[in-house]
């Protein structure tokens, strides 16, 4: 009898874990910055776990309802940047990578989940995008992309991430310095110097 409850026990904390499940693609691209592919409902337990406060959303699509309530129950604000999943043919609009990167680097956002579709294209471009803000060598930078896209890779955002002027985010923040957490640490982290600036335009979720 008492081998059949420590069984039972035993069932129900390995199903406990099973539900902890990511998303496809999902990666900790910083502390505080997450990115992967579209989550469903089997993984809101999992996302849940990671207190998010911020999910930036790359597709023109509407949010699924049920996962805007999930957003609502957790106070988790929608930010959506409508990319259309492209094409070779399809241009990534620049402007729309510099609005979505101003987000991403303010720590009031944080932590904060990126995602697309499929977490490969309009994800790695911004993910890349990022990595030459933070000084990475542009080798480095492709090899982190082509990681996630496989054989999906694409030339072309490999060629929008190398072209992108990165200049055009730094003069746009000015107002923003590095601030060094944790002893010995050499990881930089953004915050605002002038908190009065106006906040990002949040979804209604």
């Known amino acids: ?56 959303y790359l597709c023109p699509e509407p949010y699924p309802e049920e996962n805007l309530e999930f957003l609502r129950s957790q106070n988790i604000r929608l930010l959506q940047f409508g990319i259309e999943g492209k094409t070779e043919s399809v241009a990534i609009p620049k402007d729309t990578i510099l609005e979505a ?28 995008c990022l990595r ?4 990475w060598c542009l080798s480095s930078v492709f090899e982190e992309y082509q990681r996630f896209a496989g054989v999906k890779s694409r030339p072309t955002d490999l060629k929008f991430i190398e072209a992108f002027d990165i200049m055009r985010l730094r003069q746009c923040l000015y107002s923003i310095i590095y601030q060094y957490q944790g002893y010995g640490s050499n990881k930089r982290r953004l915050v605002y110097r002038d908190e009065k600036i106006q906040k990002p335009q949040t979804m209604k979720v």
């Open 1 to 56: 009898m008492t081998m059949t409850m420590t069984m039972e026990k035993q069932n129900k904390m390995n199903d406990h874990d099973d539900v902890l499940e990511p998303p496809i693609n999902f990666s900790m691209v910083e502390d505080g910055i997450f990115r992967s592919g579209f989550p469903q409902p089997a993984n809101f337990p999992f996302l849940k776990s990671l207190n998010l406060r911020s999910i930036i």
């Open 132 to 135: 030459k803000f933070q000084n």
């Open 101 to 128: 990167l101003k987000i991403l680097i303010d720590v009031r956002n944080h932590p904060v989940l990126i995602h697309c579709k499929r977490g490969k294209h309009r994800t790695g471009c911004l993910v890349g």
